[in-house]
Structures are given as C-alpha cells and as structure tokens.
C-alpha cells in the first residue's frame, strides 16, 4: 500500500484552484493578451506569483467551442520577448500553427498575430506559446481549449483540471535562470511545487454523480501519475481524440501536453471523501479532497458509451507505407559521440557548448532541409527508438498518429506520446495536412536543448 501524503510537494503548500475567465467563442475575436501578471499561486501565506500569461491569468482564459465553429483569435505581445501561441492537437492550417521560423515570424513585443482555427474536432486541447517556449510556458504562458462534441455525453458535470509543476523559491517566485544544463541533459526542468488547478470547483460531490474530468498536464517537463480515490470510472479519450473502447481508469500517466477525458462516478459514500493523488515514485501526494454528502441518485448509472469518433483518417493498414526512422540519442547517460548541428558536425563536448544536448537521427536543433518530405495522403510510419536513458514524450503537429501493434491494428490517435528509454514503437498517420510540420520532445527542456526536428507534406 502506498504512503498517502496530505500535503503537496512544496512545504506549506496547499492544492489551489483557480477560475478562470470563460471566453465563449463567437464570430468576434478572441483577444490573448500576453503580458506579466501577479497571480496567487501558493496559500494565501505565500505572495503573489508573477508569472506570464493570456490575459493575466494562469491558465490563460479557457476557449470553449463547438465543434464545427471557425473562430479568430489575436494574440498581443505585451511581453519583453518574441512570442506566439501553438494550438495543441488542433488540425489546423500549417499558417495557423504558430512555429517561428516554421510557419510564421515570432510576434514581436507590441505587436500582434490573428490567428483563424476551423475546429474540425470535438475534445479537449491547449494552446500554449511555441517561442523560447521551455521558459515561456514555464512562466504560464498556456491555456485550455474545450470544443464540445453536439452529441456531448450525460454528466452532471464538466470539469477541465489542470496539472501543473512549478520550481518556485522561498517566496512563491519562479527561480530563474532557465536553461540550466543540468534539468535539459536529464529529466528537464522539475518543479517543488505540482498542483491541480480546476475551473470550477465542487465545494462537494455526491454519491453517484458522473463528472466528465479534463486532465491537462501543461507541465513543462513532469510526468504526472494520478488517481483518483472514491470513484470507479473510464478513460474516454486521450489528446482530445475519443477512445473506440473505454479504458478502466487506474492509475493515469500523462506526459508532458498529453490530455485525458474521464467519465467518473462517485462511489464514496456519504461522509466520504474524494481524493485526486499524484503518485511519485512509492508515494502519494493528495493534490485535493473533496467531502461527499448525500446521493446525487440511488444507484449507478449504467457505463457510458464511446464518444462519437472525430472525423480523423483510421488507418486499417500500413502495407507499402514509407517508414521513417527518428532515432533519440543524447542526454547524460547516454552514448552520444557527436551530432550535426547547423551543418556542422560537433563533438558531444561542442554540442554542449552550444547547448544542444539530443539529438533525432544524429542531427540537434531544426535542420535546414525537412527530415523527409511526402505527397499528401501518404501513409508515413515514424520508428521510434529511444537510445537514451530518459523518457520522451514526443509531440507531432498538424495531425495526429497512431501506435502500430500486431496484426494490423492500431492504437488512438494520439498527438504526443512518451517514449521511454530503451523502447521502440512505431507511430503511423495519413499525411493529409499539408504543409511544414514540427516534430518534437515536448519535455520543454529537451526540446530546446536539440530534440526536435520538420518534415513537409504536399
Ligand atoms: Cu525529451
């Protein structure tokens, strides 16, 4: 049995929650303020923390659509370096992805960006900044996005939780500097202070109420393994893509930007607790308790059923597809002897000196020249390996893919997957969006420390 702690990782500290604006999209646009702000991250015995972020808050304000909807959004930099805003999992048009130096050209302080999103699929996704983005989503540069299914499922409620990690000093401020080499060649930039921050808080919950749960780990480098205590329930979809077959919901490892819809019910009886846990190694760390009082009905409900499929390419096979191996190296532990990096082949000693650290395929930091280039409605398979000693959690834009298993099945489409060391698994996907299309580690850290790397469709 593991130690359940009533406390989160930084001492003193207690599991907050906070709301944010709503921002219901509609033909106007959505104004994304990035500047500075104070915000109470901590308990009230800690100061206010400044952080970055939309519209002055952390999260940013949450975007709910429905799916179908087209909406705008201006994104204004009133911060003191470049930025953009990448909108995670979202199939949209590669000029609308928000990759400078890809896509589009950084957003300069005082100026701005429209960005316009045809919302193809119904889920849960974020949006966060895509420049110098190890510090600037580490700072609380991000946002949910929440675009509702027409056929959305029977819950009593709805909740985005978000999972976040921070390193925060003695007075609740984010330490500086980033960057630092020891987090990027290990496990990247890890906090002392993880927490769950939901957008609308049930002071209690009820025996058999069903909640529809949106976990977002916007961490920029933690893992974050939790469970929930007090309910039964299922995994409906993972990176805002509908499972075909429910998963049993255990223990929830989410990587880095990896998300996952849950249906639960509460089956703590009255009096009884709810508690949301983050498990670090052999312990528990209660993130928040909820008081259960009273029956929300007499009995369970019956099990929900799949949520209605995006309208996203299934792959049937991957007979004739083009493989393309990404080989991840680098990293303390590993056995990196050399990389390419702008052109140049350096030493790992060189590499380092440039801060470059991983590398896919031999190469650190973005190529000139795409990986690979393909005609549009092409079957790719990348073949992931990881050659080094840490997990990776690699994130694709512009679509999503899908494990190859045995047998000619496939797993869900997925937008960022983590890899650990030594595994190797291959990811499939139907190259139908065309344009230039990052693919990367989305442990912040490692990316800019070299892991990442672009291919072109059409
Ligand atoms: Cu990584």
């Known amino acids: 049995m593991r130690n359940i702690h009533r406390r989160t990782l930084l001492k003193g500290a207690v599991a907050t929650v906070i709301m944010p604006a709503f921002t219901r999209a509609s033909t106007s646009e959505i104004l994304l303020r990035a500047k500075p702000a104070s915000v109470q991250l901590v308990d009230a015995d800690h100061p206010q923390t400044q952080i970055w972020g939309y519209n002055g808050g952390v999260p940013g304000p949450q975007i709910r659509a429905v799916q179908g909807d087209q909406i705008a959004l201006r994104l204004s930099n009133d911060l003191v370096q470049p930025t953009s805003v990448h909108w995670h999992g979202l199939r949209v048009k590669n000029s609308m992805d928000g990759v400078p130096g890809i896509t589009q050209k950084a957003v300069l302080t005082g100026e701005e960006f429209l960005y316009q999103l045809d919302l193809r699929d119904a889920g849960t996704f ?4 895509h420049n110098r983005s190890a510090e600037q989503v580490a700072r609380g540069l991000y946002g949910v996005m929440v675009i509702v299914e027409p056929d959305a499922p029977d ?20 330490s500086e500097p980033f960057g630092n080499l020891h987090d990027h060649s290990h496990a990247g930039r890890l906090g002392n202070f993880i927490h769950a921050m939901f957008d609308s808080l049930p002071a209690q919950m009820a025996t058999n109420e069903r909640l529809r749960l949106r976990f977002v780990n916007t961490a920029t480098d933690r893992i974050m393994p939790i469970s929930l205590r007090g309910v039964s329930g299922w995994v409906v979809a993972r990176d805002g893509m509908p499972l075909k077959k429910l998963e049993p919901l255990g223990i929830l490892t989410l990587g880095p930007a990896e998300r996952a819809d849950v249906i639960i019910d ?63 190296q680098g ?5 990196l002897q050399e990389g390419l990096y702008k052109g140049k082949m350096l030493s ?10 991983w590398t896919l395929n031999g190469e650190a930091g973005l190529p000139v020249e795409p990986l ?34 045995p047998n000619d099945t496939f797993g869900p489409h997925k937008d960022t997957v983590l890899i650990q060391p030594g595994e190797a698994r291959d990811f499939a996907f139907v190259a139908d969006n065309p344009g230039k299309w990052l693919i990367h580690c989305h442990m912040l850290s490692h990316q800019s420390a070299g892991m990442k790397t672009w291919f ?3």
């Open 126 to 129: 974020w949006y966060h900044s």
């Open 331 to 335: 990293g303390a532990m590993g056995d």
């Open 456 to 458: 072109r469709v059409g």
């Open 348 to 357: 790992m000693r060189d590499l380092v000196d440039q801060g470059q650290i």
């Open 155 to 174: 819950v009593d409620r709805d909740i985005v939780v978000v999972l976040d990690d921070w390193r925060l000093d003695e007075v609740a401020q984010i």
């Open 266 to 328: 509460v089956t703590a009886e009255h009096d009884g607790e709810v508690l949301l846990i983050f498990h670090d190694r052999n312990q528990g760390y209660v993130l928040n308790d909820f008081r259960v009082s009273g029956a929300a009905a007499t009995v369970r409900r019956p099990k929900p059923t799949p949520l209605s499929p995006n309208p996203i390419e299934t792959l049937v096979s991957v007979a004739g597809a083009r493989t393309i191996p990404l080989r991840m």
């Open 372 to 405: 690979f280039e393909t005609p549009l409605h092409a079957t790719i398979v990348f073949e992931m390996r990881n050659d080094t000693a840490f997990a990776h959690a690699m994130h694709m834009h512009g679509t999503h893919f899908q494990e190859v298993l």
